[in-house]
């Protein structure tokens, strides 16, 4: 009787630091996939920006643009309101602008006689606590390439999506002039009482003829901002 109590006893020591052996390898196991997972975060965290230059080509599944709306014209290029997504050659006549439109169809051709809208996008960044507007335009194989690059001003802190700056000014994307030409501008970030920031300090549009963001002459155009939905 003793000899079977015994070898129970074995049985069940040995089952038991068994079980412990499994349990801490799983344990092991798990603090080594924490661990490595940690670092992985930490490489992401840690993950440089790119630092955006004229000329460079990036790939687009690297960045986050957004489309711009151009409704004014650049140079011989005119924008017409029946097809919002091109500015089109106002020296050719009906039969050609509506050949070009329908070749346009095609996201891969091209035509002399068109700006596509769509090829051109933008990146608001806050870099090292400095805002910057880059201009990109597309390339072939799914890349853009950065044309032109506006300083804006000095971010409040150094959140990525950061619109507010130093000395209440604020990014604004809803201004326009009395053409109702639609522009993006820094105000004092203050609403009067007709909905509009109480001052425009700058403005600027896109030149997509020359690939440059211009800076209008506040001197000679009256330039209106307005809050976008969501803003206080």
Known sequence: MKKIILLVV?????????????????????????????????????????????DEVYKDSDLDLTGIYVNYNNGKYKFEEEYPDFLIDSTINEDEKHQSILILNDEKASDQNVIKIRDFGV???????????????????????VIDILDIGK??????????????????????????????????????????????????????????IIEIDLKKEKVECFPEIGDE
């Open 10 to 54: 074995i049985l069940l020591f040995s089952c038991g630091k068994k079980s412990q052996t499994e349990i801490n390898k799983l344990s092991n196991e798990h603090d080594t996939i924490k661990e490595n997972s940690s670092e992985d975060s930490l490489q992401v965290s840690n993950k440089k920006k790119p630092d955006f230059k004229i």
């Open 123 to 145: 990146l608001n960044i806050n870099q090292k606590g400095n805002l910057l507007t880059v201009f990109f335009k597309k390339e072939k194989g799914e890349k853009w390439k």
């Open 155 to 212: 971010a409040i802190n150094m959140d990525e999506h950061q619109y507010k700056m130093e000395g209440n000014q604020y990014l604004s994307f809803d201004c326009y002039n009395n053409k109702r030409n639609q522009y993006f501008g820094v105000v004092i970030n203050k609403i009067n009482s007709s909905g509009k920031y109480d001052k425009v300090l700058k403005a600027y549009k896109f030149d997509l003829l020359n690939g440059k």
